[in-house]
């Protein structure tokens, strides 16, 4: 076996070779193509993107984002409501006329589904609401870490008593 | 490693593993979920819809676990020739697309509370989709190789080609925009309160000793019926020569 030299690979390990440049190329296609895909397979445009190349009034397109804090305003029919979708560099005003789902609060991400008019409202069709990676109980709700940490050495102060 | 190789002393391992993995799993699975559902508070936005948390993420990382563990053992078998390799990349298809299945169900439950619609058609969601049919894909080609008595090695470089999913499942809510939240857990941070995380990984952990023991249990069966194959072959080659 080892008379034949060290230049010749062993079957087993020419195997391990071949395959691993085979994985190697194609993860590097699936990169490839997911980064060419990474407009086209978003969900949703963020205001950014609107303000960065504005769609066509009337062509049908889905708009995500946060809702602007003391934006919600209810139309006088009591199911229009109009809100703005911001994410920290550009805000799009939104009209939208329908039940609103329950995880609907100012501060919180929306995608709302629907149309530009021609005067730079979005007029939704649908909305829904996204929920963030946050899990938090109720009775924690509003505290920050400080807080948090406070209420954390309080109850472990009171378990050892 | 070689020592794995040998199909008797992996039965005897297996043997001895398979019940304890699949009741510790039972229980620990159990346990976990009853506690998510009735002692851990509800969340401060979703309310008690939060609890389908402990069911649907730990799905999710074990349907993805399936497919590595297929990629795996696929890897193992072209390369080393592993005996085994084979029988377990087919034994992970069937637990891997339950899992990922009751992943799908489970989120779109918890999708129409929450999100106000069963289904869209985000990154995360259509390759998750995509999970599913490959494992359909998979199990309907490596079934039908074994059937016709043919090599695995199709259902292999399938196994090692599907994984390419893998990561962008991972990354689907990274990269694009989706309505689906991006990670909660990364690296050792967690966005989830301790009160939700404990009974999530407690729950993980009795999926993934489930998932380990029905994976066994279905390699010492694939073994079986092979052997049980062999036997018969043998006896119907001495009956023939009896009669000659």
Known sequence: ?161 | MHGFANPARFLKIAKWLTVPLLVGGLVISFAAVLWGLTQVPPDRLMGETVRILFVHVPAAWLGMGGWTTIAIASLVELVWRHPLAAIAARAAAVPGAVFTAICLVTGSIWGRPTWGTWWVWDGRLTSMLVLLFLYFGYIALSSSLAREGQSSRIAAIFGLVGAINIPIINRSVVWWNSLHQPPSITMGQSSIDPVFLWPLLIATLGFSLLFGGVVLARMRAILADIQAEARLRRKALQAEELAA
């Open chain 1, 1 to 161: 076996m080892s008379s034949t030299g060290s230049r010749e690979l062993k079957p087993k390990h020419q195997r391990l070779v071949l395959l691993v440049i085979a994985l190697v190329a194609l993860v590097g296609a699936g990169l490839l193509a997911a980064y060419a895909l990474r407009n086209q397979a978003s969900y949703f445009y963020v205001p950014a993107d609107i303000a960065a190349a504005p769609p066509q009034p009337g062509q049908a397109i889905r708009l995500g984002g946060m809702v602007e804090n003391g934006s919600i305003t209810t139309a006088a029919d009591g199911v229009t409501v109009e809100f703005v979708v911001q994410d920290g560099q550009a805000r799009v005003p939104v009209s939208y006329t329908g039940i609103v789902p329950a995880l609907f609060v100012e501060g919180s991400g929306v995608v709302a589904e629907g149309a530009m008019r021609a005067d730079g409202v979005f007029i939704a069709d649908n909305l829904l609401a996204k929920h963030d990676e946050n899990y938090m109980p109720r009775e924690l709700e509003g505290m920050n870490s400080a807080e948090l940490r406070e209420e954390l050495q309080e109850s472990m102060a009171g378990s050892s008593e």
